[in-house]
């Protein structure tokens, strides 16, 4: 729902003059996405129905890629000073649980300054004697934190924020570093504003990321075929309705029978497909197989919000296949199709 809400929402967006009186309205339901979006993924990680994708990732290119989201998150009263050290700054974690983290720092400092003030991103690498550590810092002008609290603020469910807060950002953060080798400190006085420490082991690896940031209209395009499959008829129409734009032709089909349909039927080659996990009739893993059986050359990308039961166990016996997890942005599933066409992307990831 989130996907097609933020979809709809950026697509009006790129097609509104930019002194469109309804446009402040159409940022303010991009804003509230996501927030939902990262609020969701906290409760989905929460109950570990979130699937796990780390790999070699350069941080300063994720806090680059979505520092207008963060402005947009804040708000106009908080200043952003973003001081990402030069160069790759490369990390062995999952993006999406990286941004995940991110943002909840970020919305946590925005809480602690409601009457404005500064929130600093910090990137640098630190070069020790055990090896190279990189370090990543979110410092707010806020409320701070009293030393009560700061005892327990990685405890689940703790939260000041009675019916706004969940507490669980600062919990799942913590849980997610440690699993990837790092570590999470906090450094607070009552009322002197806040400092959060996050470190990971430099890794090694080069990095293949999709570039970050910018809109759908600078996202690469292509003029190959297309298969969508989709029960979410409102999502099925907009993917269709964003690949078109993107210069694709696109076969749309709500489920695995009718996709089985359109390919018998169509006798151009189809060469990538779409396709969603969870579906009622058939799942969207078993419909890549049989896809596959039919097509040998059509290279799939999958899409889901909880896929656990589905892409968390086969995925190890079935590394090839990409995964696009809800809710993505329009920008960022044409930028993994044109990957996807052109053999760059990461199996199992993105
Ligand atoms: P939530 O934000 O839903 O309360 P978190 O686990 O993210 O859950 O945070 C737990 C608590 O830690 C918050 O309720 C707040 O009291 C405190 N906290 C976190 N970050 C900050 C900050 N930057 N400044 C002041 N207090 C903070």
Redesign the pocket.
């Known amino acids: 729902l989130l996907t097609i809400i933020k979809g709809n929402a950026d697509m009006l967006l790129t097609r509104m003059s930019s002194n469109h009186p309804s446009r402040e309205r159409l940022l303010q339901i991009g804003q509230a996405a996501d927030q939902a979006s990262v609020m969701t993924s906290q409760l989905l990680a929460f109950t570990r129905r979130q699937v796990w994708h780390p790999r070699a990732m350069d941080l300063n290119r994720v806090l680059n890629g979505f520092s207008g989201m963060v402005q947009r998150l804040v708000g106009e009263h908080i200043a952003i000073d973003l001081q990402l050290c030069e160069g790759e700054l490369s990390i062995y974690a999952d993006p999406v649980q990286v941004r995940q983290i991110v943002l ?1 720092l970020v919305v ?2 925005r809480d ?1 300054m409601p009457d404005g003030g500064t929130l600093t991103l910090k990137t640098y690498l630190l070069n020790e004697d055990d090896g190279k550590t990189v370090r990543f810092e979110v410092r ?1 002008t ?4 009293d030393d009560a ?1 700061l005892e327990n ?1 990685f405890e689940p469910f ?4 009675e019916g706004k ?7 799942m953060a913590r849980e997610i570093m440690e699993r990837t080798g790092g570590t999470i400190e906090v450094f607070s006085t009552a009322g002197e504003g ?1 400092l959060f420490q996050l470190s990971w082991p430099h890794a090694r690896e080069t990095v293949l990321d999709t570039p970050e940031g910018g809109t759908i209209e600078n996202a690469p395009r292509g003029t190959e075929t297309i298969l969508v499959v989709e029960d979410e008829e409102d999502l099925r129409d907009m993917l269709s309705e964003v690949l078109r734009d993107g210069g694709y032709t696109v076969i749309a089909a709500s489920g695995s029978s009718e996709a089985h349909e359109l390919c018998g039927d169509y006798t151009s080659p189809i060469h990538g497909a779409l396709i969603d996990v969870v579906m009622p009739e058939m799942n969207g893993v078993a419909l890549s197989a049989l896809l596959k059986r039919k097509i040998p050359d059509l290279k799939i990308l999958l899409m889901s919000g909880y896929t656990d039961d589905i892409i968390g166990q086969e995925s190890e016996s079935r590394p090839g296949i990409p995964f696009l997890e809800k809710p993505f942005e329009m920008r960022d599933m044409l930028f993994k199709i044109r990957a996807l066409l052109d053999d760059k992307l990461h199996p199992g990831g993105g």
């Open positions: 909840n946590n400092a602690a707010d806020g409320c701070g934190i609290a603020i703790f939260t000041t924020k807060g969940t507490g669980i950002g600062l919990s806040t």
